[in-house]
Structure formats: C-alpha cells, structure tokens
C-alpha cells in the first residue's frame, strides 16, 4: 500500500524513459532519488536492470527505500550529494553505468512536509538545508549576509528584478527582530517590491526563495560538477537525463551538453579537418522536452521542467 504522504508525480514519465532507452540487464543512476518516482518507473519497465540511487536527505531518503523495498538487491539508495556520485559508485565497484538521471530540485515533500521553511505559506523555521554538506542555513543567509550579498545571490539566483529594495527592507527588519520564519520572510519581501508584482503568475517571494536555496545548497555548483562526472561514468551509448526547473540550472545542462559535442579544433586556416572532431556527448533532441498539457493539468509541478538527453559517444569514435 502506498505511504499517505507519497505525493511526489515524477514528471515527464515517458519522456525519462524514451530518454534512457534502458536496455536489458542495464545499470542506471538515479542522482535524485526523492520519493522514488522515477527510479520506481525504471525499475518497473527494464525488469532485469539496477538502479543506484542519491539522495542527499535521509529523511526522503527513508521513505523511498521503503517504498522501493520490494525491488531487493535491484535497487541501491545512498544518502549523498550527488557531488560525491563517481566516488561512491566506485566504492562500490562500479565503475560504468548505462544511464543517469538527474530531476534536480526539491520534491514536494520538502514543500509539504519537511518543516524546513521552503514553502513560504508556512510558518516554519527558515532553514533550507537538504544535506549535511550545507554549511549555512536559510536563517544565516537573511539574518547574517551583507546587504550587497543579499543583493548578489537574489540577483544572480533568483534574477530577481527587486533585488536592492529587498535586500534593503530584510536587512532593515532583521536589526529591529531576527528574520526566523518563512511566511514572516515571504510577507516582507510582498511588502518590499511594487503592489504590481502581486498581479504576476507567481507568488512576489518565489524568486528570492528560489536563491536562498540554490546558495544554502550550492545548487549550481554541485550541479556542474556532477555533470562533469557523468561523461566518464557513462558506457558508450549510455544516457544522460538532466531534467531542470528554472533556466539558470537548464542554461548550465544546455551548455555542457553543447560543450562536449563534437567539434572542429583543427586550425582556422587549415585547408581539410584532420582532427577528427573530438567529442563525448551527442544531443539525442535538438530541444528541450516539455509537459504536455495533459501532465501539466494532472501534475502543475511539471509546468516549468525542461528535459535534456545525451548520449555517450564512444572515445575515438568517428562523427
Ligand atoms: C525533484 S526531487 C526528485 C523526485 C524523484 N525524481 C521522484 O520522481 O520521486 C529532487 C530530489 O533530489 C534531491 N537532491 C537535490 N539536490 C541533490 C544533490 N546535490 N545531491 C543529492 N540529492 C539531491 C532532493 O533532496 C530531492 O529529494
């Protein structure tokens, strides 16, 4: 029977599994494991393959090795950052894998049920953490950063358009009473920015959340390093999954799957290529793939995920 607070839709289903294109007997990553939506899904459709699996939060953690009980010795789940993903495949002697899916962000249950100030309808301590590798807490953002760090983060995370006024009126309110809940933050930042922005799709504090969490978590940094990992990981032929939720994440995915595509380094003068247009990854959808309406009605979630597939070329292999 499935656990009351599983309700967690992976998003884009068939999509993830088009993209793996799991073969018989194969081992697939699952980086982020959450409530196990996704690793469940491949489980289910390859019936003689293994999925290992990270997740940084024991507490989710927990409840998808419950759920995914069933699956025996199929399934692995290790409670890390994925930062750590070539590292502790190898301790556990694996060295090379068919497929890896990253679906990054914070699952629903983070929302509903962590108690750690993510949804800012909450009343709940600011904290933000997903793993013990955080060294800082939303809390020792807002109430310890630099006005212009405040500025820089909402900036260049959250690319939010209020930045100063916001980082203006927290600073300004932090020094009458510490800023310790998310819905006395949320309201602050409704406060700060022109009575417009409450007339936008999303809530006026979504965009500074959103920074908060990518600096407590290291978001964008853990991110490309992991990618950086992948290409070696990956069996010639094996799939790279990167399912993103805001155009920072999915600008860093597009550019590395960019970068490692084949290309021309012989010298601009040179009248033929000889080099043989070295590259690791190939593009497997020119775009990125998107919900359809349907999945969008049935899982709002889903609205904003974008889908990236490539695939690992042989070293050597000719283009
Ligand atoms: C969007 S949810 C995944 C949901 C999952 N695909 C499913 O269908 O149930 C993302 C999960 O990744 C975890 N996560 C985010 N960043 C991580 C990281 N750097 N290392 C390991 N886990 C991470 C979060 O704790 C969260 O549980």
Known sequence: MEEMHIIHDPVLPGQVLDGLAL?????????????????????????ACRVIAFDQDEAIIGIARRRLAPYGERFTAICSNFESMSEALLAGGVRAVNGILLDLGISSFHYEASGRGFSFQKSEPLDMRLGVTARVSASDV??????????????????????GRIARAIVEARTREPIVTADRLAALISRAVPASYAHERIHPATRVFQAIRIEV?????????????????LLP???????????????????????????????????RCTCGCPGRLRAVYRKALVADDEEVAKNPRS?????????RIADGAAV
């Not at 600008?251 to 009248?271: G, L, S, T």
């Open 142 to 163: 807002v109430n310890e950063y630099a006005e212009k760090e405040l500025v820089r983060i909402f900036r260049e995370y959250g690319e939010e358009r209020y930045a």
């Open 237 to 271: 032929g094996g799939r790279l999954c990167v399912i993103s939720f805001h155009s920072l994440e999915d600008r860093i995915v597009k550019h590395f799957m960019r970068d490692n595509e084949p290309h021309c380094i012989c010298p601009p003068r040179a009248p």
């Open 23 to 47: 073969v018989p007997g194969g081992v697939y990553v699952d980086g982020t494991l959450g409530e196990g939506g996704h690793s469940r899904l491949i489980l289910e459709s390859e019936p």
């Open 303 to 311: 609205r904003s995920a974008k889908l990236r597939v490539a695939e």
């Open 217 to 233: 978590n290291r978001e964008l940094e853990v991110l490309e390093d992991v990618l950086g990992q992948t290409v070696d990981l």
